[in-house]
């Protein structure tokens, strides 16, 4: 705690996340862990419950042979600590702490929303009444190498969730149990907020996250009631979960929060000429390591089909083709985006990132038709930097004195 008048810490810790997961009376079968199946959330809780693509490597030892402790080790990851090497019978690794190390991944403190949207219902969603989340209890969120995004209520340290993203799930998460496991990175992301009408018409507060370098891919999950984080709820908690993609242009996301949920463009079927409404999307650098390591703005849809839209020097916008000779796309990847509302209609109209390979890029996001968005300058960068420098970092967009605005972006590299 922190001394409201004088701004001195205290020195005795309000709490302890680790303390009250390894507490004696902590209760693992009622800890609500979830995951995504590939079309839902699920609780994550029985072996057999779990989809196939998650059973077959929790099916298995160290050796890669199939044996009967696929619920134990189901068990282990949700925190049952009896079959740790240290007793009796123990075969699995012994751990210090329910709660794994943090390291990359910084807190987020969620409390009630407070985007200054003028929508009625966004003003209706704010509000403390029945129809509203604005009592909702603040939570604080982090990602840590145990495979779980956590959320643990702000005033109390009481975990409320535990969400494993599903390329984790059916990835390495079970070498966590093996008594000769060496540390490698799960759940080492940065997660950040945002309000949106997901589906077009129900306000949510929406918790994203990347992995860093804990895997590809990003997760979108619905937070917008803590009351919510359910065992009944499990399958309305996931917006969207590419954890486990395929896709070739989407790699390892080391996100810098920067209000990358926003409206965007989009025409309408309404009656009155030129109607123009918008759609929400979650907007990303595709990042790095991906199979065709070329720098692609990712629009993820959080409304209708949540389809995903790429937009990239090396894709042909009007196609979809990849270009295989695409000069920019040798061991490259984008950063996080800076979204810019140019005319004030809480729309966004460009978006600025850099590249590993030291360029900078303006995408135009102004047509009210998707097709027509474009990587501006016809596929060049706005900016070149010298060779040996990489853009791992946000632009930032800020007004200019004589005209305009001016972007500044750091370079760097420490991945």
């Known amino acids: 705690p922190i001394n409201a008048t004088t701004g001195a810490p205290g020195t005795t810790e309000a709490w302890s996340a680790a303390s009250l997961l390894d507490a004696a009376g902590f ?16 609780e994550w809780k029985t072996f057999t419950s779990l989809p196939a693509a998650q059973q077959l490597p929790f099916s298995k030892n160290s050796s890669g042979t199939v044996d009967a402790n696929g619920q134990n080790r189901v068990d282990y990851i949700r925190g049952d600590r009896t079959k740790e090497a240290s007793q009796t019978g123990g075969i699995f690794r012994n751990r210090g702490s329910r709660l794994g190390d943090i390291v990359n991944s910084n807190v987020l403190y969620v409390g009630a929303p407070a985007a200054d949207y003028s929508d009625t219902d966004y003003i209706t969603f704010k509000g403390t009444t029945a129809a509203g989340v604005g009592s909702r209890a603040p939570m604080v969120y982090v990602g840590a190498n145990d495979g779980m995004l956590h959320g643990f209520a702000a005033t109390t340290g009481v975990e409320k969730l535990a969400y494993i993203p599903q390329g984790i799930a059916q990835g390495d998460l079970r070498k966590l149990t093996d008594p000769t496991y060496t540390h490698q990175y799960f759940v080492d ?14 306000w949510k507060t929406v918790l994203v996250s990347g992995l860093g370098g804990g895997g590809k891919g990003y997760v979108a999950l619905d937070v917008s009631n803590p009351t919510n984080f359910t065992s009944a709820n499990a399958g309305n ?13 989407i790699g390892n996301m080391y996100i810098t929060p920067a209000n ?10 309404g009656t009155a000429p030129n109607q123009i409404t918008h759609r929400w999307a979650l907007v990303l650098g595709n990042g790095y390591n991906s199979a065709n390591e070329a720098p692609v703005l990712v629009l993820q849809y959080l409304d209708g089909a949540k389809e995903i839209k790429k937009i990239s020097p090396c894709i042909d916008r009007l196609t979809g083709t990849f270009d295989n000779g695409c000069s920019f796309k040798t061991a490259n990847g984008l950063s996080t985006p800076r979204l810019v509302d140019l005319n004030n209609d809480k729309i966004a109209d460009v978006a600025y990132a850099g590249d590993l390979n030291g360029n ?35 632009p930032l967009v800020v007004p200019n004195p004589d005209y305009g605005y001016q972007v500044q972006i750091s370079s760097g590299r420490n991945l």
């Open 27 to 42: 209760s693992v079968p009622s800890r609500f862990v979830a995951s995504y199946s590939g079309t839902a959330g699920i």
């Open 189 to 202: 992301g940065t997660p950040f907020t945002g309000d949106a009408k997901v589906n077009g018409s129900t």
């Open 237 to 249: 908690l996931v917006i969207a979960d590419t954890t486990a993609t395929t896709d070739p242009d």
């Open 260 to 269: 990358q949920i926003v409206r965007v463009n989009a025409p309408t079927t």
């Open 360 to 394: 900078v890029w303006k995408f135009d996001l102004s047509s009210q038709d998707s097709a027509n968005w474009k990587t501006s300058f016809s596929n060049a960068p706005f900016f070149k930097a010298k060779p040996g420098q990489a853009f791992t970092t946000t």
